[in-house]
């Protein structure tokens, strides 16, 4: 039987490091396996945050990638103010933290580029694929953004071909991002954006959340919602040889990932110096592991108080390394933003997180998602930015369970959330 073909509009492609370029790669790697062969278009010359050809061996050998050139303003902003490489991952100092330079580079992020710094990829690209989808017979078409200027992409291809079936993937939401109200926005820009997200849901055939709460919020806005959450892919794991843990190993508690500002588990680290400095075991036994980006004024921080000496910072690590780093831990760390409107956001790494069968100890408001996801699973738990005593108590637990050499922690339903058993539920929807 013949595949049905689908283009697939991304971002992000290895050898693009981070969570943004995984979503897409591993649903392109299973997507033939039922019945779907996907074509991938990505920019020629893309600014990436972060690269990691390790993800590379994941693309599919005969997959077609077509590219075209963009152009960015980032070379441009980073002369302006080395701090605006963190734009590009959507990162900001914030508060005290923040210069003159800073602010103006966020309010000309905010204000001129919308929705964001790629918009300029918009028209050459549909001219391109005009031409694309009509030579090629392509009848489906994904979007994933962030950058959400690709959906306009979509947007436009729509309006041109009415037959056309778009799926708009939002891997984060558009105006209800944590930073959305931090990038000083006129009354005019925000109403900008807030119109363009409105058209992009009314007009995409289905959008495609990654949260529970995300799709709700979507389907009230007016968009034919479905939640498909992010995956561990189990031939990740099968893959990588993890190093056997010596006697002298220390009770690990590692964080994967970019950690920034604006999800910084302040009670943690308090909780932690007072372990340190109360309960000499702990202190004797305990480490914590930073493999990826560290906000530098995070880490000032640390490294000024009593937790500076069990500090071990690994830097940013190739994804294979990172899931060994995850492996060779005793417990997980996740944090998302403190505010309500972020509870709909689950960090893709928890999936992989999930996958070690590690516990995970996780920050975040009230009512998360992850919170959800913790309980059904037993893979942990989740703490709000205000708690004490309970997050004690769990680390002190956690701690006990180590010295006594107990490692199974039980965790169950994990299997939904495998990258092939997700592509089958992305391939049922196109079906239909």
Same mark, same amino acid.
């Given at each position: 039987?013949?595949?049905?073909?689908?283009?697939?509009?991304?971002?992000?492609?290895?050898?693009?490091?981070?969570?943004?370029?995984?979503?897409?790669?591993?649903?392109?790697?299973?997507?033939?396996?039922?019945?779907?062969?996907?074509?991938?278009?990505?920019?020629?010359?893309?600014?990436?945050?972060?690269?990691?050809?390790?993800?590379?061996?994941?693309?599919? =050998?005969?997959?077609?990638?077509?590219?075209?050139?963009?152009?960015?303003?980032?070379?441009?902003? #980073?002369?302006?103010?080395?701090?605006?490489?963190?734009?590009?991952?959507?990162?900001?100092?914030?508060?005290?933290?923040?210069?003159?330079? @800073?602010?103006?580079?966020?309010?000309?992020?905010?204000?001129?580029?919308?929705?964001?710094?790629?918009?300029?990829?918009?028209?050459?690209?549909?001219?391109?694929? #005009?031409?694309?989808?009509?030579?090629?017979?392509?009848?489906?078409? *994904?979007?994933?953004?962030?950058?959400?200027?690709?959906?306009?992409?979509?947007?436009?291809?729509?309006?041109?071909?009415?037959?056309?079936?778009?799926?708009?993937?939002?891997?984060?939401?558009?105006?209800?991002?944590?930073?959305?109200?931090?990038?000083?926005?006129?009354?005019?820009?925000?109403?900008?954006?807030?119109?363009?997200?409105?058209?992009?849901?009314?007009?995409?055939?289905?959008?495609?959340?990654?949260?529970?709460?995300?799709?709700?919020?979507?389907?009230?806005?007016?968009?034919?919602?479905?939640?498909?959450?992010?995956?561990?892919?189990?031939?990740?794991?099968?893959?990588?040889?993890?190093?056997?843990?010596?006697?002298?190993?220390?009770?690990?508690?590692?964080?994967?990932?970019?950690?920034?500002?604006?999800?910084?588990?302040?009670?943690?680290?308090? *909780?932690?110096? #007072?372990?340190?400095?109360?309960? @000499?075991?702990?202190?004797?036994?305990?480490?914590?592991?930073?493999?990826?980006?560290?906000?530098?004024?995070?880490?000032?921080?640390?490294?000024?108080?009593?937790?500076?000496?069990?500090?071990?910072?690994?830097?940013?690590? @190739?994804?294979?390394?990172?899931?060994? #780093?995850?492996?060779?831990?005793?417990?997980?760390?996740?944090?998302?933003?403190?505010?309500?409107?972020?509870?709909?956001?689950?960090?893709?790494?928890? /999936?992989?997180?999930?996958?070690?069968?590690?516990?995970?100890?996780? /920050?975040?408001?009230?009512?998360?998602?992850?919170?959800?996801?913790?309980?059904?699973?037993?893979?942990?738990?989740?703490?709000?930015? !205000?708690?004490?005593?309970?997050?004690?108590?769990?680390?002190?637990?956690?701690?006990?369970?180590?010295?006594?050499? =107990?490692?199974?922690? !039980?965790?169950?339903?994990?299997?939904?959330?495998?990258?092939?058993?997700?592509?089958?539920?992305?391939?049922?929807?196109?079906?239909?």
């Amino acid at each position: 039987m013949e595949q049905k073909k689908i283009l697939i509009i991304t971002y992000y492609w290895p050898p693009a490091g981070g969570p943004g370029v995984q979503r897409w790669l591993k649903f392109a790697k299973y997507l033939p396996d039922f019945g779907w062969k996907p074509i991938i278009y990505t920019p020629e010359n893309p600014s990436y945050p972060l690269l990691d050809e390790s993800l590379m061996k994941d693309v599919p =050998e005969n997959i077609e990638v077509i590219k075209t050139k963009i152009w960015e303003p980032y070379q441009l902003a #980073e002369k302006l103010n080395k701090s605006n490489k963190k734009f590009k991952a959507g990162q900001f100092d914030v508060g005290k933290n923040q210069s003159w330079k @800073s602010k103006l580079s966020i309010w000309i992020r905010g204000n001129f580029f919308i929705p964001d710094a790629r918009v300029f990829w918009v028209k050459p690209s549909v001219k391109f694929l #005009e031409q694309y989808l009509q030579e090629n017979q392509i009848e489906f078409v *994904v979007t994933s953004g962030p950058p959400h200027s690709l959906h306009l992409i979509g947007l436009d291809l729509k309006t041109k071909f009415p037959h056309l079936k778009w799926i708009a993937d939002f891997r984060d939401p558009w105006t209800e991002i944590s930073y959305y109200k931090h990038l000083k926005l006129t009354k005019s820009a925000d109403k900008k954006h807030r119109n363009l997200e409105l058209t992009v849901f009314k007009h995409a055939d289905i959008t495609l959340a990654t949260s529970y709460t995300d799709a709700e919020n979507f389907r009230k806005a007016g968009a034919n919602a479905i939640c498909i959450t992010n995956g561990f892919d189990e031939t990740d794991s099968s893959r990588i040889k993890t190093p056997l843990k010596s006697e002298k190993t220390k009770f690990t508690l590692s964080y994967i990932g970019v950690l920034e500002q604006l999800r910084n588990p302040e009670n943690l680290w308090k *909780v932690l110096e #007072e372990l340190i400095r109360t309960n @000499s075991t702990f202190a004797e036994n305990f480490i914590i592991k930073f493999a990826g980006r560290v906000d530098d004024k995070i880490l000032t921080t640390l490294e000024n108080s009593h937790i500076a000496n069990h500090i071990l910072n690994l830097g940013y690590l @190739s994804h294979d390394k990172a899931l060994i #780093e995850m492996q060779t831990s005793d417990m997980l760390l996740i944090t998302n933003f403190p505010n309500e409107s972020s509870k709909g956001i689950i960090p893709g790494k928890i /999936f992989e997180y999930l996958a070690t069968g590690k516990q995970i100890i996780s /920050f975040g408001p009230h009512h998360a998602d992850v919170d959800v996801i913790l309980k059904e699973t037993k893979a942990g738990k989740h703490f709000n930015y !205000n708690d004490f005593e309970t997050i004690k108590l769990f680390i002190v637990e956690m701690f006990e369970r180590w010295k006594q050499g =107990e490692n199974n922690q !039980n965790i169950q339903n994990i299997e939904q959330f495998s990258r092939r058993n997700l592509t089958k539920k992305l391939a049922d929807i196109l079906n239909k």
